[in-house]
């Protein structure tokens, strides 16, 4: 199921317990636990040591890694620290980037990475939440085939591009076309996997429409195949996620794949 993860992560939790085992064993506050029907009994504590500061909150995990929007909320870097670290990679990259046709170039691609990572700044399931419940007890397949995306890599940062193919079975109701391809845009304008995104795509339809059965199918040419490493271009890449009926029947992926490619060659 499409989740957004508690705020607190793991990693918070851990620095907390930390921190205070260590206030503890500064203020000499000894404490001996015995185990009693769950409950820990202290045994000897000196009530006159200073109490522990409350641990600070630490900042979330990168949004790299929590894939929601919340995790970009703390510790963003500034517009022009952005633009200097473009500058540093330009003078790795060999280049000077105080000449005429770099000069304005940091300010090009930080404006750029607005766009192109746009999806973090969106809340996919918000895009889902109007039903539209009048269709006259429609309840067949619902299909939305080639959605052009474009996406990043998260292991090169090299683009990633190709169509999406999105089916379900309604059951309370249907959303506006358009918000399905929104959705696909939401997830690929991050720095993506094409596994995890079509995973992504998915997990938030099923969560927010609770249909009888999703269907989505990504077929995608990497960059980083193309441009280096093994530099093979046109080779395709396609990932599938089935749930409901389309997971449980057969015949229902047969339908999806038959439909999914009526009237291609």
């Not at 504590?45 to 894939?67: C, G, L, V, W």
Request: net charge negative.
């Amino acid at each position: 199921m499409y989740a957004k993860p508690d705020s607190t992560t793991m990693k918070s939790r851990v620095a907390r317990a930390g921190d205070a085992m260590d206030a503890a064993l500064k203020s000499l506050s000894y404490r001996s636990v015995e185990a009693e029907e769950g409950r820990a009994l202290p045994m000897m504590r000196n009530d006159n040591a200073p109490r522990a500061e409350a641990a600070p909150d630490i900042a979330p995990e990168p949004a790299s890694a929590t894939r929601v929007p919340e995790g970009i909320a703390l510790g963003r870097p500034s517009r022009e620290e952005a633009e200097a670290a473009v500058r540093t990679l330009l003078r790795w990259a060999g280049d000077d980037p105080n000449r005429e046709g770099l000069r304005d170039t940091p300010a090009r691609v930080a404006k750029a990475y607005g766009q192109l990572f746009g999806g973090y700044d969106t809340d996919a399931e918000e895009l889902l939440e109007r039903v539209f419940e009048e269709v006259e007890g429609y309840s067949d397949i619902v299909l939305v085939r080639d959605i052009p995306f474009y996406s990043h890599c998260e292991h090169h940062m090299v683009p990633f591009m190709g169509l999406a193919h999105i089916a379900y079975y309604p059951t309370k109701g249907v959303v506006g076309l358009s918000k399905l391809a929104r959705v696909v845009d939401t997830f690929a304008r991050r720095l993506q996997t094409q596994e995890t995104m079509t995973a992504q795509i998915a997990d938030v339809i099923e969560s927010i429409l609770k249909p009888r059965g999703v269907a989505v199918l990504v077929e995608a040419e990497h960059l980083c195949m193309a441009m280096r490493g093994v530099q093979k271009a046109g080779v395709s890449t396609i990932t599938s996620q089935f749930r409901g009926v389309f997971r449980d029947d057969p015949n229902e992926q047969v339908r999806f794949l038959t439909l999914v490619r009526g009237g291609k060659g």
